[in-house]
């Protein structure tokens, strides 16, 4: 587990710099699982059961509405894939998570998450990631609101270039509230 521990360090270094030390506990209390590519973690209208931190791959956090699935979240390499509202509240959500291709994750069950919040250094990793989570919320609504479709894809083109190789088009369009023919429509522009 050193090296998940080192991983995780790194993840969380940017936030909140620990010894390799509490990283190796914190993952003590976690597993690394492997996915499958379009595995659900975890229901729409259910609970969510674990916190996990892609080390490899890809997902998504999908909300079901009216008979269809809209993305609200693309996640990567070093992103927490949780349905975070459901995991503190304990009470079912609208939110699907996803897995876009096959995963490597850090999985820590929500029971042993919650204890952890509760411990000196584990409360401090706990507060980190809701804080990170909170910050990239909000970011993301300003840039929602701010910013026009074609915008926020060029953005996507820039810096996140990997997004469009390793994210199915229809998740694309919808986390940037586009039908997947519009996004056509842009990507012809911008060639």
């Not at 042993?112 to 989570?133: H, M, N, P, V, W």
């Not at 894809?153 to 039908?179: C, F, V, W």
Request: hydrophobic fraction near 35%; aromatic fraction near 10%; proline fraction near 3%.
């Amino acid at each position: 587990m050193k090296e998940t521990a080192q991983e995780i360090k790194a993840i969380f270094d940017p936030y909140f710099q620990a010894p390799l030390e509490v990283w190796e506990s914190f993952t003590s209390h976690g597993e690394i699982v492997e996915t499958e590519k379009n595995e659900v973690l975890k229901k729409f209208g259910e609970r969510e059961k674990s916190f996990h931190i892609i080390l490899k791959g890809s997902g998504g956090i999908l909300l079901y509405n009216n008979n269809n699935y809209i993305c609200t979240d693309l996640c990567y390499e070093g992103d927490f894939l949780v349905d975070y509202l459901s995991l503190l509240s304990n009470q079912p959500t609208q939110l699907e998570v996803l897995c876009f291709e096959q995963c490597r994750l850090f999985k820590i069950i929500r029971q042993d998450f919650i204890k952890l919040a509760q411990t000196g250094y584990g409360r401090i990793i706990c507060q980190t990631a809701a804080e990170s989570l909170f910050i990239h919320k909000q970011n993301q609504q300003i840039e929602i609101l701010s910013k026009t479709a074609e915008q926020r894809y060029m953005e996507i083109l820039r810096n996140q270039r990997h997004i469009l190789q390793r994210t199915p088009d229809k998740y694309i369009a919808s986390y940037l509230g586009i039908t997947p023919e519009s996004l056509s429509r842009i990507r012809k522009k911008t060639v």
